[in-house]
């Protein structure tokens, strides 16, 4: 018998697979519109962001809904899906194979689950998290990270200038005075999970939103990764009745508590300096 968890992640497997074909078909041939935000949005956007509501509605009708370019403000419903249906809208409309469609499903305002799925580049990962919630559909909750259906962990070497730390396009000025290479991918849960799953040692993003951030958070923290927010304490649970359109958390992935202390106060001195 199909239990929840299995259920959940057949859905996300099934729905962003459906969807990532279709974008595959526009990648790069679409005409991209600048929002009030600033972001870009093409039809493909909307056109999937209908596509995966219609999903989740489907398949879980009781289920909340919380999207880029739908419903922003957060449900008072016990369980919520949090949807970016194009992550790094800029690379798809110019062409750059580095873009994904990202799920997180939230209990109770926290993320529980995570899937994301970069289709020009065949990577899916997934991911699960629960360590305060116990009794009913958790006792059967998998457990850990994973990419294209295997085990991911970050890194464990040592420190070198041969190691990656990612940034985002907001955060360049950090990049000449840290102790390792830097990479820009355009993609913030990319950026999140690349850390996760080894390749870098470490990531910055100065404005990501919610739904840049659901999916990756789960498997950030399943693969064992330290997530640091950079302007708040903590950004779950989530709020009911709150409009979560306009607000960013900037944050820092790191593979492991000990690079933060190292890593740390570049980024700080960087917002200090921004800020000043």
């Not at 219609?54 to 949090?82: K, M, N, R, Y």
């Not at 750059?96 to 970069?118: A, M, N, Q």
């Not at 009911?240 to 900037?250: A, Q």
Request: aromatic letters at 12%; hydrophobic letters at 45%; glycine letters at 10%.
């Amino acid at each position: 018998m199909t239990n929840f968890w299995d259920s959940i992640l057949s859905f996300a497997r099934v729905t962003v697979e459906r969807v990532g074909q279709k974008l595959l078909q526009d990648f790069g041939s679409v005409q991209a519109d600048e929002k009030d935000d600033g972001s870009l949005v093409t039809k493909s956007d909307n056109w999937a962001d209908a596509e995966i509501r219609s999903a989740i509605a489907s398949a879980f009708p009781t289920h909340g809904i919380l999207s880029e370019e739908g419903e922003q403000v957060f449900p008072d419903t016990e369980w919520c899906w949090v949807v970016d249906p194009l992550d790094a809208t800029t690379n798809f409309a110019r062409g750059i194979p580095i873009w994904g469609i990202s799920l997180g499903l939230l209990y109770r305002g926290t993320p529980v689950f995570g899937y994301v799925h970069l289709p020009p580049i065949n990577q899916s990962f997934h991911g699960f998290w629960a360590p305060d919630l116990a009794g009913g559909v958790f006792d059967n909750m998998p457990q850990g990270a994973f990419l294209n259906g295997q085990h991911i962990r970050p890194s464990a070497d040592k420190m070198s200038g041969n190691h990656f730390f990612n940034l985002c396009s907001r955060s360049v000025g950090i990049g000449p005075h840290l102790p390792s290479k830097v990479r820009m991918l355009g993609m913030a849960s990319y950026n999140f999970l690349t850390v996760a799953s080894g390749v870098a040692m470490g990531g910055v993003e100065a404005t990501p939103k919610i739904w840049d951030i659901a999916g990756s958070w789960v498997i950030v923290k399943a693969a064992g990764a330290v997530w640091l927010p950079l302007e708040s304490q903590g950004i779950f649970p989530l709020e009911v009745g709150k409009n979560y359109g306009r607000i960013s958390y900037p944050t820092l992935v790191m593979n492991r508590q000990e690079l933060v202390s190292v890593f740390l106060p570049f980024v700080e001195a960087w917002k200090k300096k921004k800020m000043g």
